[in-house]
């Protein structure tokens, strides 16, 4: 049986929603990403903030790693969809590890914008890997979000029936 891990970082809590959900739905581990420097809560400043850290290719350094990353197959990860792509520390994330082999499936929280071109990056971050097609649910739908999320499971094979 594969061994799954729900890798995800959010900003507002949509993001984390869906993750425990996909937990709910398919097993796994749960992995939280967050920077060592925590973003503001103020919408404005964040945005600010990502499009500056988007500009200067900047990684913000993580608090924590994925100690035994290589006993997972596949990987799940979730994140807002900042400037059409993932946040920079999800850049910083997918940098510090080998995913080669590994199936990566994105999904990704937004406000109108889908996935952008954050399949785009990380296929381009993770050549040696299998990236499926993600899931975007718009940020203000994620409570409406169960019933597309078993559909959308379903389809990448990863939905567990018996749980």
């Not at 507002?12 to 503001?40: F, M, Q, R």
């Not at 071109?117 to 994620?142: F, P």
Request: proline fraction near 4%.
């Amino acid at each position: 049986m594969k061994k799954n891990l729900i890798a995800y970082f959010s900003h507002s809590g949509n993001t984390e929603i869906i993750a425990k959900s996909i937990k709910e739905n398919t097993g796994g581990d749960l992995y939280k990403i967050e920077t060592v420097e925590p973003y503001s809560t103020n919408y404005n400043t964040v945005v600010d903030q990502a499009k500056k850290e988007l500009n200067a290719d900047y990684r913000p350094k993580l608090i924590s790693r994925v100690e035994n990353m290589d006993t997972y197959d596949v990987i799940f990860i979730g994140y807002p969809n900042w400037w059409s792509t993932i946040p920079m520390g999800v850049f910083t994330f997918f940098e510090e590890y080998d995913f080669s082999g590994k199936t990566i499936i994105p999904f990704c929280t937004h406000e109108g914008s889908g996935m952008g071109r954050s399949e785009r990056d990380i296929k381009k971050l993770c050549s040696n890997s299998k990236v499926l097609e993600g899931l975007a649910i718009r940020g203000s739908s994620v409570s409406k979000a169960p019933g597309t999320l078993a559909v959308w499971l379903n389809k990448t094979g990863m939905l567990n029936k018996e749980l």
